[in-house]
Antibody, heavy 121, light 109 residues
Framework: QVQLVESGGGVVQPGRSLRLSCAAS????????MHWVRQAPGKGLEWVAV????????YFADSVKDRFTISRDNSKNTLYLQMNSLRAEDTAVYYC??????????????WGQGTLVTVSS | DIQMTQSPSSLSASVGDRVTITCRASQSISSYLNWYQQKPGKAPKLLIY???RLQSGVPSRVSGSGSGTDFTLTISSLQPEDFATYYCQQSDSTPPNLTFGGGTKVEIK
């Protein structure tokens, strides 16, 4: 069965960096687009970034553009989110999610359990 | 950017009730509309994609309709496990810039 397991969350000071990982199993990882979606405490869902099946296309929400980078290692079935210049408003649970298709422009059919990132001094 | 507006933001209903949630896009998104269910402390779950296609494993009491700018999610007979928050999400943007609605919390009356 499809499994997505995020890791790397924690408490970090404003301005510092953090890298999240998402280990995928149960499907052919290299065939699908992958996303990061976040949810601030008590708030709704916010899409963060997407990467196509082969890593050739990457897109970001305006709120994280130029600070966050998304990447993938298809040989390791792992998705990454590099977060730089973190701000208090980046505090959220971060979910990785699988797209229905290869380009990352459809629906998110499987989600991980999430990892909490807290940006605080 | 395409904005998604859900209504109501919350509702109270009883087991067995028919429940309808609406989602409106700020511009036409054809049928590129998806619905998710989220329970407290859990990840979202895909219910409906492409406006009306039922995701595998989702009970048939759940249905979606609409196209263009106006969409609905309907639960024909609310069950105890349906009390949750529901989100719509558009996937029409090019390049991809997925946006979610603000959510609708379905509570027990």
């Amino acid at each position: 069965q499809v499994q997505l397991v995020e890791s790397g969350g924690g408490v970090v000071q404003p301005g510092r960096s953090l890298r999240l990982s998402c280990a995928a199993s149960g499907f052919t990882f290299s065939n699908y687009g992958m996303h990061w979606v976040r949810q601030a405490p008590g708030k709704g869902l916010e899409w963060v970034a997407v990467i196509s099946y082969d890593g050739s296309n990457k897109y970001f929400a305006d709120s994280v553009k130029d600070r966050f980078t998304i990447s993938r290692d298809n040989s390791k079935n792992t998705l990454y989110l590099q977060m730089n210049s973190l701000r208090a408003e980046d505090t959220a649970v971060y979910y990785c999610a699988k797209d229905l298709g290869p380009s990352g422009s459809q629906a998110l059919d499987f989600w991980g359990q999430g990892t909490l990132v807290t940006v605080s001094s | 950017d395409i904005q998604m507006t859900q209504s109501p933001s919350s509702l109270s209903a009883s087991v067995g009730d028919r429940v309808t949630i609406t989602c409106r896009a700020s511009q036409s998104i054809s049928s590129y509309l998806n619905w998710y269910q989220q329970k407290p402390g859990k990840a979202p779950k895909l219910l409906i994609y492409a406006a009306s296609r039922l995701q595998s494993g989702v009970p048939s009491r759940v249905s979606g309709s609409g196209s263009g700018t106006d969409f609905t999610l309907t639960i024909s007979s609310l069950q105890p496990e349906d009390f949750a928050t529901y989100y719509c999400q558009q996937s029409d943007s090019t390049p991809p810039n997925l946006t979610f609605g603000g959510g609708t919390k379905v509570e027990i009356k």
